[in-house]
């Protein structure tokens, strides 16, 4: 079964469709050079017989023979050919026994099949041959065996057994390797993608220190599932902050609920018990309804509503919404912006990301301290500014107050559900904006937003 799943994986199909296109391409190649070769040897000695014909038929015909002869003599391998024939076709001198019948006599190259004749016997050989009727009337013939042209295609074809089959094992052997190889970290994969959905989110996906594809896309999910790790911890841990957000004042209900019960006497304290149960219920609920915008704006279902935002002007009305209170705890509320910027956004949302910003600057700014909304441009982006002379955050503590439900132990006395500022890095992921915390005199916090030049 394993076999016949490798013989069906697509690295194998690869792999063979590779080795067939090598094969065929080396074929070629060598065809080519047969070719070429054959070409060239044959027109080499096409002009070394026509340069023999002319220097034998220029001989004196009482020369003519003892030349004959004598480059005969001179020729160990037996490629060389030459003879004389007279008028009638008669053998004069040489070593061809006739004339070809199809032989042209008008000094042309030509190939030709002759019986080749001397003292090591008879043979018939493929020729090259040209012939030329001489001023005498006898026949003159030079020629040159062409052998030598087929074992050339013997060394070729030995060079391709020699060269290209193991080549082409080697081709799939590697091919088989791999093939073997991918499917292990494939099967790897599945063991370890098994174990996650069983519920192992420790799990990972194996890679290597290499930058092969397999390996990046094994890092980016292996990233996935450390986000999706923390978040499904978040999830438990807000889910725990909320059982213990909850119980507290629906506890305090139930107890004001039983002692009401037991000790009311009057319509009066039954009434003052009604509303102190409607106080703890009006807690539960707004716990509730803060989540459930928090759950809103993270799964971005207000984006369709973006447009464009006048900040300055944003700015102004959350100042005229906040003085009263701030003048109240005798707290100076000052604003800052001399440029009118605009960004894309949800104004609501923009609205009330920078209304918890100053709601948390005014509640932990102690009587006679001064809080600051200020509107800033710089680095290509415009920047709400929000400053207060108060304690500040701990630098510690940066991260973890923008967590659900997150409440420093020097203001748990302060009323407050502990996700404000958890609502504002919600808004400003939905937007894609910066959110920075910094501390000096008091603490301060931005939001950066992308915006056009300013215009002042």
């Not at 079964?1 to 069906?8: D, E, I, S």
């Not at 070429?36 to 034998?56: G, N, P, V, W």
């Not at 390996?215 to 889910?239: C, F, H, K, P, Y």
């Not at 973006?306 to 604003?335: H, N, Q, S």
Request: hydrophobic share 45%.
């Amino acid at each position: 079964m394993q076999l016949l799943t490798f013989a069906r994986s697509t690295t194998l199909r690869w792999t063979l469709l590779v080795a067939a296109l090598f094969t065929g391409f080396v074929v070629a190649l060598l065809g080519f050079v047969y070719l070429k070769t054959k070409y060239d040897l044959t027109t080499r000695s096409d002009r070394m017989i026509a340069s023999q014909m002319s220097a034998f038929a220029d001989l004196p015909p009482e020369r003519r023979l003892d030349a004959i002869d004598e480059h005969l003599k001179q020729d160990p391998w037996r490629v060389r050919l030459a003879a004389l024939f007279d008028p009638n076709g008669r053998r004069i001198s040489g070593n061809l026994e006739n004339l070809p019948p199809d032989l042209k006599t008008d000094n042309a190259v030509q190939s030709a099949l002759v019986d080749r004749k001397d003292e090591s016997g008879s043979e018939t050989q493929a020729v090259r041959l040209v012939a030329r009727r001489l001023p005498n009337g006898d026949v003159l013939a030079i020629g040159r065996n062409i052998d030598e042209v087929a074992e050339i295609a013997h060394v070729v074809g030995g060079a391709f057994a020699l060269g290209v089959v193991p080549a082409v094992l080697l081709c799939l052997a590697v091919g088989v390797v791999l093939s073997a190889r991918a499917r292990q970290r494939i099967v790897d994969v599945n063991e370890r993608v098994q174990r996650i959905v069983a519920g192992n989110l420790r799990g990972r996906l194996p890679h290597r220190n290499t930058d092969d594809p397999f390996t990046r896309l094994a890092i980016i999910v292996n990233g996935m599932l450390d986000e999706m790790e923390t978040l499904i911890q978040s999830l438990a841990g807000v889910g725990s902050d909320i059982a213990h957000d909850l119980r507290t004042p629906l506890t305090r209900a139930r107890l004001i609920l039983e002692r009401g019960r037991s000790n009311a006497r009057t319509l009066e304290q039954l009434q003052v018990v009604a509303d102190r149960t409607t106080e703890a219920l009006d807690q539960s609920l707004s716990t509730i309804t803060a989540i459930l915008r928090l759950t809103e704006i993270e799964k971005s279902q207000r984006s369709a509503s973006f447009g464009k935002v006048a900040l300055a002007e944003l700015i102004r009305e959350v100042a005229d919404m906040y003085e009263p209170i701030a003048e109240d705890k005798g707290i100076a509320l000052l604003t800052h912006s001399p440029h009118e910027l605009n960004v894309r956004g949800d104004r609501d949302l923009l609205i009330e990301a920078v209304a918890n910003l100053v709601d948390n600057a005014i509640k932990y700014t102690p009587a006679g301290g001064q809080v600051e909304i200020g509107l800033l441009h710089g680095n290509c982006e415009s920047i709400v500014r929000v400053r207060d002379t108060g304690s500040g955050i701990n630098e510690h503590e940066r991260h973890a107050v923008l967590r659900r439900f997150y409440r420093s132990d020097k203001v748990r006395h302060t009323s407050g559900l502990g996700l404000g500022l958890n609502l504002v890095v919600a808004i400003v992921k939905l937007h894609d904006f910066r959110f920075t915390i910094r501390s000096g005199s008091g603490c301060v916090v931005e939001i950066g937003c992308p915006s056009a030049p300013a215009r002042v």
